[in-house]
Structures are given as structure tokens and as C-alpha cells.
């Protein structure tokens, strides 16, 4: 079954520190994977997928086959990344699975 | 500016009334799906449908019903509302011709809190 798992359901921070987030998945074959984010009375909205291999507001994502990861990283962290974030994966169905979201909070 | 909108955006009800949460886009995608979110659970998919004459279950589909009026509209159906169905719904499309690199374009949201 597939499955996407977020450790932290809070991860707070400082402002200019480095940031990481966790994503974990299982699933049997190729997948693709995700990251959305929900700002503050915001609906989602993509924030990068790993087919691209994009830096995203400063954010990137690897995908990790052999520890099935797909955690998202930030050098310096600003107080506009605060917000709740989804790693999501889709499967041969063509549907997504998303994890259970962390909440970034990043401190003055 | 292409769109995905729900209505209503809040409603609160009593438990055992029927409920219909509607969803319209104007993105020209050919694929909608219903999602709730509730704390600590993140997303869970309730139905979806690839087309007009397709609708395919969730991973949470009981008490629930879809319809697809036309390829811009999905409604949701509560037939007898029970309060742990309260949650925000949210609703998505996406475009299978790939255009977007399958990325799914999401609703506003919709507050439902059953009493």
C-alpha cells in the first residue's frame, strides 16, 4: 500500500537558520513525488515536484530511492516560509497520497 | 483568471440533514477529486473522477457521494450528516494530457461543522 509518512507535525525555527523537512514514503514502484504548501488563509499550492529538480523560494527536495525519502531543504530560513507543508506522492492510479503536513514556524 | 471555486465556504448543520458542497472550474481540467483535511491527518482522498462519466471511490468514501454534472462540476453528498464528518473539504483538478506535469489545483476550501 502506498503510504507517505511526515515525522514532525511542528518544526520551529529560526529566522536565517537551515531548514529540513522530513518525508518518508512506501510504495512498490516508480513514484512521483511532491511538495504543496498552505500559507495562512491560503488554498494549496504546489510547491515543487522531484521530476523538475527545481529550487522553489529557495527550497529543494531529493528524492532518495534507497532511503525512500523526499525531504525538503532550506539553507536560511525566512519568517514567509511559515506555513503548512505536504509531501505528497502519486501512484500508477494517478491519484496522490499526502502525508499527514508538518507546520513550519520560523521565529524573528 | 482560470479558477477551481467551492460554495458554500462555511455551513454548519445538524446531524442527519443532507449536505451538498459544490465545486466548479474553469481550468478546462478533465479530472476533479474531493478531499477532507483534519488535523494531524493531512489529506484524505473521499472520491474522485477522471471524467464526466467516471467516478471511482477514495480512500474514505463511506457516507459520501459524488455526482459529475459536467467536466467543470463535482459535488459532494452528505446523505446524512454525522458529526465526525466535520472537516474542511477541499476540492482539486487536474489536466491528463500532462500539460501541468500533473500537478493538482485546489479549492478555496470548504468548513463544514456538523453539530
Known amino acids: 500500500a502506498q503510504r507517505v509518512t511526515q515525522p514532525e507535525k511542528l518544526l520551529s525555527v529560526f529566522k536565517g537558520a537551515p531548514v529540513e523537512l522530513k518525508c518518508n514514503y512506501s510504495?512498490?514502484?516508480?513514484?512521483?513525488l511532491f511538495w504543496y504548501v498552505q500559507y495562512s488563509r491560503q488554498r494549496l499550492q504546489l510547491l515543487l515536484r522531484h521530476i523538475s529538480r527545481e529550487s522553489i523560494k529557495g527550497f529543494t527536495a531529493d528524492l532518495n530511492k534507497g532511503e525512500t525519502s523526499f525531504h525538503l531543504k532550506k539553507p536560511f530560513a525566512q519568517e514567509e516560509d511559515s506555513a503548512m507543508y505536504y509531501c505528497a506522492l502519486r501512484n500508477y492510479g494517478q491519484n496522490f497520497v499526502f502525508g499527514p503536513g508538518t507546520r513550519l514556524s520560523v521565529l524573528p | 483568471d482560470a479558477d477551481v471555486t467551492q460554495t458554500p465556504r462555511n455551513r454548519i448543520t445538524k446531524t442527519g440533514k443532507r449536505i451538498m458542497l459544490e465545486c466548479s472550474q474553469t481550468?478546462?481540467?478533465?479530472?476533479m477529486y474531493w478531499y477532507r483535511q483534519d488535523p494531524g491527518l493531512g489529506l484524505r482522498l473521499i472520491y474522485y473522477s477522471f471524467d464526466v462519466k467516471d467516478i471511482n471511490k477514495g480512500e474514505i468514501s463511506d457516507g459520501y457521494s459524488v455526482s459529475r454534472q459536467a467536466q467543470a462540476k463535482f459535488s459532494l453528498s452528505l446523505e446524512s450528516a454525522i458529526p465526525n464528518q466535520t472537516a474542511l473539504y477541499f476540492c482539486?483538478?487536474?489536466?491528463?494530457?500532462?500539460?501541468?506535469?500533473?500537478?493538482?489545483?485546489f479549492g478555496p476550501g470548504t468548513r463544514l461543522t456538523v453539530l
Open positions: 482539486a483538478t487536474s489536466d491528463s494530457s500532462g500539460g501541468t506535469h500533473n500537478e493538482q489545483f
Open positions: 510504495y512498490s514502484g516508480s513514484p512521483e
Open positions: 481550468k478546462g481540467h478533465d479530472r
